[in-house]
């Protein structure tokens, strides 16, 4: 029997959660696997890569508008309104004419179907995706692993700890958090890359309930503050989140950076003093990743003015703080960030973050991308912003306004305005429709464009907003 393996898979899914499941799957079928299928975009995850190697199998990929025309058992109206088709390891099974035999199966992050390809022979259809051979492709992974490189499972556990690090404010244990296990997580932090080897943070330790109340209170004025500066909509959602846990967690760390550390000649500091804010955020990411390997939950609070916390805890004027974490032993990791479960905000693909050689060349242009999302896209509600193009900060007048910056010169700081000056009216266009979509990830559902420049290139701006808010499904007008 020529197989074919169908996969639905999340972005950094562990090679080993994937492999597992199929092989599992195929224990109950006697035949060769010919075909790995997926949806298009997914074809160089490198749990499904290596899936293939394993398999000496090809790949092909489907567009959504392909998977979508099939007719499948198991639909999911998430995977719908996520992918924009209903089902993906299915729909690609019997995109390429094969019979299913194993209806889907899953694990947390991927989903997988296998079937049988009627007669041999016949090219199957899809996308077929340039594999290397999978005996070079094993041979290069062996000398790779020799030198230096982790074995796939090690490799999981690093992808495992990435992926399943949360940042925590709820669920916290009554359990003291030891001196030893600290230690190796500080180690940790200790261990980060830093600009010139300056190794710029500290760490205080804050176990005292005194301490941890007077920062508890600058923490929860500040949240006023935000609160008082939200739309209605925006504020009553606002008001179910929790942003903190310094009084419910038994241990808080005030993770701090010296930019002076090392003198004047930190190699690599003099053209970029940020380098050394840069290094002691990284710390506190590799902190962060070893308390996860413990059972540890930790959450960063910003809403602070960092001179307060500083003040609050009489720290040395030329010490800056960069976080402050809530840490404490918690029973259980939440699989997506809180503000993704509570539909706050949702994350970016990877896609629109990547851009190849020049700025905005991307796998998949994003103007297309929106058009293509824009015919399958699903209505949205929420906040509604109303987007000034080529005005000034003056126009801000009410919450909901943004302004949209074009001039050349970079305005002063401020969240309302974006500095969008486009080169070309080609890359207006492809910054409209990422403000856009942009701001449908943060929960926008209604977008009013008013022009208030007369060029070319607000003209573009204005008509990328549009074409992303269709594709997120943003009701949308232009005044
Ligand atoms: C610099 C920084 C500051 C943050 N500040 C806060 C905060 O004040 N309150 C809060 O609830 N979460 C805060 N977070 C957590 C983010 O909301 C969280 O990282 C994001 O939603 C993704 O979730 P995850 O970390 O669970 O993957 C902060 C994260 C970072 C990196």
């Not at 089902?87 to 991927?110: D, I, M």
């Not at 982790?150 to 490799?155: G, K, L, S």
């Not at 001196?179 to 500080?186: A, E, I, M, P, W």
């Not at 003093?273 to 609070?301: C, D, H, K, Y």
Request: aromatic content about 4%; glycine content about 8%; proline content about 5%.
């Amino acid at each position: 029997m020529n197989l074919v393996v169908g996969v639905g898979l999340r972005t950094g899914t562990p090679s080993a959660e994937l492999q597992d499941l199929v092989t599992a799957a195929l224990h109950e079928l006697a035949g060769e696997v010919r075909l790995v299928v997926t949806i298009t975009g997914k074809e160089n995850e490198p749990a499904l890569q290596e899936l293939v190697a394993q398999l000496g199998a090809g790949l092909r990929t489907f567009s959504k508008d392909e998977l979508a025309k099939q007719s499948v058992p198991t639909p999911s109206a998430q995977v719908e309104h996520l992918k924009g088709t209903p089902s993906v390891a299915e729909a690609a099974v019997l995109a390429t004419g094969a019979r299913l035999l194993v209806p889907k199966r899953q694990t947390p992050n991927t989903t997988i179907a296998i079937g049988v390809q009627a007669a041999a022979g016949n090219e199957a259809p899809g996308r077929a995706v340039v594999q290397r051979a999978a005996g070079s492709e094993a041979a290069d992974r062996a000398v790779v692993e020799r030198a230096a490189g982790y074995d796939v499972r090690d490799r999981d556990v690093v992808q495992r700890v990435i992926a399943e690090r949360r940042d925590v404010r709820r669920g916290f244990l009554d359990l003291p958090v030891d001196d030893v296990t600290l230690g190796r997580v500080l180690e940790a932090a200790h261990r980060a890359p830093s600009v010139g080897l300056s190794q710029p943070w500290d760490f205080l330790v804050i176990r005292d309930l005194a301490t941890r109340r007077k920062v508890h209170d600058l923490a929860i004025a500040q949240r006023d503050v935000f609160a008082a500066s939200l739309p209605e909509d925006r504020r009553a959602a606002f008001d179910g989140l929790k942003i903190e846990a310094i009084l419910d967690t038994p241990l808080n760390l005030a993770v701090t950076c010296d930019p002076g550390r090392g003198g004047r000649h930190v190699l690599g500091r003099h053209a970029d003093p940020r380098t050394t804010m840069f290094s002691a955020a990284i710390a506190i990411q590799n902190l962060w990743l070893a308390a996860r390997a413990e059972g540890l939950g930790v959450g960063w609070v910003s809403f602070f003015e960092p001179g307060e916390v500083a003040a609050a805890l009489d720290l040395p004027a030329h010490i800056e703080l960069v976080g402050y974490l809530c840490v404490g032993y918690v029973d259980e990791f939440a699989a997506a960030p809180e503000l993704v479960r509570s539909g706050w905000a949702k994350r970016r693909p990877l896609s629109w973050a990547v851009h190849h050689e020049e700025w905005g060349r991307r796998d998949t242009s994003i103007v297309d991308d929106a058009l293509q999302a824009a015919q399958n896209a699903v209505p949205a509600t929420g906040q509604r912003v109303h987007v000034i193009v080529g005005g000034d900060a003056t126009q801000l007048r009410q919450a909901e306004a943004l302004v949209v910056d074009l001039k050349a010169d970079r305005p002063p700081a401020d969240f309302g305005v974006l500095w969008r000056p486009a080169r070309t009216p080609a890359e207006a266009v492809e910054f409209g429709v990422e403000i856009a979509r942009d701001l449908a990830l943060q929960g926008v559902g209604n977008l009013v464009v008013q022009i208030e420049e007369n060029s070319e290139r607000a003209e573009a701006l204005a008509r990328g907003l549009q074409v992303g808010a269709s594709a997120c499904g943003l009701t949308h007008s232009t005044t």
